[in-house]
């Protein structure tokens, strides 16, 4: 067992759980706070020797920032969900959910500048009053841009005659 990390501790770490992070603002970090970092990590368990880690996700081939679990700081991570429980959505969807159900975070390279940061609860719905509004608001947008072309045509109908 690591001298670092009790066997309480260890064992309380979950690897399908995501978990969040605030960056240390104190540290000169190369390249920045955020350069290639989300500040949201995945557990990696060394059943060997008993330590842990916390993984960066903004690398999904499994390098970059890794930060050694001790009960020291253990209690600065925070669970933000399990994986098992969400399922990722896409941008264009998050209207449609009730913000009770839905998480932003960034789980990949992208970071938070790139999209497919959206994840909903797996038994979450649709609300049905959220898609009726969203409908409503398409068929305005879509109504306003055909008023606009009806009066490019007409213009455009005047001047060649």
């Not at 920045?32 to 842990?52: L, P, V």
Request: with cysteine.
């Amino acid at each position: 067992m690591s001298k670092n990390l009790s066997q309480k501790n260890y064992d309380s770490l979950d690897t399908d759980i995501l978990y969040r992070k605030e960056p240390d603002y104190n540290k000169d970090w190369l390249g920045g706070i955020y350069h290639c970092r989300n500040w949201t990590f995945r557990a990696i368990k060394r059943n060997h020797d008993g330590s842990a880690f916390m993984r960066d996700t903004y690398w999904s081939s499994g390098g970059g920032m890794c930060i050694e679990i001790t009960d020291n700081n253990i209690c600065e991570f925070e669970v933000v969900f399990n994986f098992t429980d969400v399922r990722q959505i896409s941008d264009y969807e998050i209207d449609e959910y009730e913000k009770d159900d839905l998480y932003r975070t960034a789980t990949n390279s992208g970071g938070y500048s790139c999209g497919h940061l959206h994840w909903v609860k797996k038994d979450a719905k649709k609300s049905q009053l959220k898609l009726i509004i969203k409908c409503e608001n398409e068929i305005k947008t879509h109504e306003f841009q055909l008023k606009g072309l009806k009066r490019v045509l007409n213009q455009l109908t005047e001047k060649a005659n």
